[in-house]
């Protein structure tokens, strides 16, 4: 994945210092709390994403943390019929698309497209080096 931002479209803007993206794994119950106490929505969630470079007034050198609940990543892999791998990879480009600004929620439909479209674009180019 990594191969695709380097000198990217997608990474221009961003401050030369920016290096590196967390990812944590855990559960429902996890991903639950943060949801409710972050974004006032009091369910679990596949996914999240948090800036490190948002509003922020120093240079810092993490994107942002990505958090993926291994529990609905299950599922939605069995719902999909994909592997696991497939649609962690997935939920790991959706969160990334997220820290660098790009929304699905509370955009206009073309926005959103825009999103789900580079997403697709983005794991299928992964998917095939």
């Not at 299950?74 to 497939?86: G, H, P, W």
Request: charged share 30%; aromatic share 4%.
């Amino acid at each position: 994945m990594m191969k695709i931002l380097k000198d990217s479209e997608l990474t221009k803007n961003l401050p030369k210092t920016v290096n590196e993206v967390s990812i944590l794994f855990c559960s429902d119950q996890e991903i639950r709390v943060l949801n409710r106490d972050f974004r006032n929505k009091d369910k679990s969630t596949d996914v999240l994403s948090f800036s490190q470079i948002e509003n922020l007034d120093f240079v810092s050198l993490a994107l942002g943390d990505i958090i993926i609940s291994v529990d609905t990543a299950l599922v939605q892999a069995n719902e999909l019929n994909v592997s696991l791998d497939d649609e962690v990879l997935r939920l790991s480009i959706h969160g990334l698309l997220h820290l660098l600004g790009y929304d699905h929620e509370n955009v206009s439909e073309i926005e959103a497209k825009k999103m789900r479209d580079l997403e697709e674009k983005l794991f299928l180019e992964v998917c095939d080096d």
